[in-house]
């Protein structure tokens, strides 16, 4: 669980420091995200220690998240990293100054919350193999991902993001169950393993349509399906193909937690990209009409 929320918090944090590196990069020489100059934004941002710094967060969150998914249930890890977006909410507010209303405080509590009760009712990770058929279907399941995106982009605005934000969560829930179906790095059986595709190309699309999801469609709505897509899902596999249990007679808790954490985070969803401050408005001179 150490692990879990460890890399919540370097996933919640990273998203600051990028979005913060962003901006300034933006306003350095008034280079402005859109078409034709995305490339330039993202060259100017990679100049930026604290844009490089969200990156080093990413990949120690990646870390801590595999090792958390080797030892803990995926039910409770999901939830563990959705709790990220309580996280950014956090930072948001001290590094960006973002006015959190009480509604959003509460949230914050309520996620903190479910997650101690998840806490206290998880047991070990399930002890059962993953068959070769689940292995198959989570490849299956990637490939999905990838073509829900083209499906995706023919519909309207809000329509759009919310699948390509359940796609995105999706994609990352295939690969907190892929982790579980790598039992051998040795390359004579990790290249003929099925998961091992699954993974990277889970990943992979989950970063493309959740990128996508975010420039093109609302954050809140999109942040909603991710979170949905990566908890869901994966809990349920977990439990019923992977043998993830609860510890004795505590089920009803851990289901509980895990519904109170979900629920919290949702209602943090718009913190999917950390979020702009409101400029200060300007005041009128006397006299002016």
């Not at 249990?245 to 919290?264: E, P, Y």
Request: hydrophobic share 55%; aromatic share 6%.
């Amino acid at each position: 669980m150490v692990c879990a929320l460890g890399a919540a918090v370097c996933f919640g944090t990273a998203t600051v420091f990028q979005a913060v590196a962003a901006r300034a990069a933006a306003g350095a020489d008034g280079v402005q995200a859109g078409p034709g100059g995305d490339a330039a934004l993202l060259l100017r941002a990679l100049r930026q220690w604290r844009y490089l710094l969200g990156l080093g967060l990413d990949g120690v969150g990646f870390v801590l998240q595999i090792a958390a998914l080797r030892s803990l249930p995926i039910y409770a890890v999901g939830a563990a990293l959705a709790s990220s977006l309580a996280v950014t909410a956090v930072a948001a507010a001290r590094l960006l100054r973002v006015r959190l209303s009480g509604t959003e405080w509460a949230a914050v509590a309520v996620v903190c919350a479910g997650l101690a009760l998840l806490g206290l009712a998880s047991g070990a990770e399930g002890d059962k193999p993953g068959s070769t058929a689940l292995k198959w279907a989570m490849l299956a399941a990637a490939l999905a991902v990838l073509a829900l995106g083209s499906v995706a982009g023919r519909l309207p605005e809000r329509g759009r993001a919310l699948l390509l934000g359940l796609g995105s969560g999706l994609g990352f829930g295939v690969v907190e169950v892929t982790v579980r179906l790598i039992d051998s790095l040795a390359p004579a059986t990790l290249f003929t393993n099925p998961a091992a595709y699954a993974l990277v190309l889970g990943g992979g699309a989950a970063f493309l349509l959740l990128t996508t999801a975010l420039q093109r469609g609302s954050v809140t709505t999109a942040t909603a399906g991710l979170v949905l897509g990566e908890t869901l899902g994966p809990a349920a596999i977990g439990v019923v193909w992977l043998g993830d249990r609860t510890r004795d007679g505590l089920a009803w808790l851990a289901v509980l937690g895990f519904a109170v954490a979900v629920a919290g985070a949702l209602a943090l969803a718009r913190f999917g990209e950390a979020p702009t401050p409101e400029p200060a408005q300007k005041q009128e001179p006397a006299g002016s009409s």
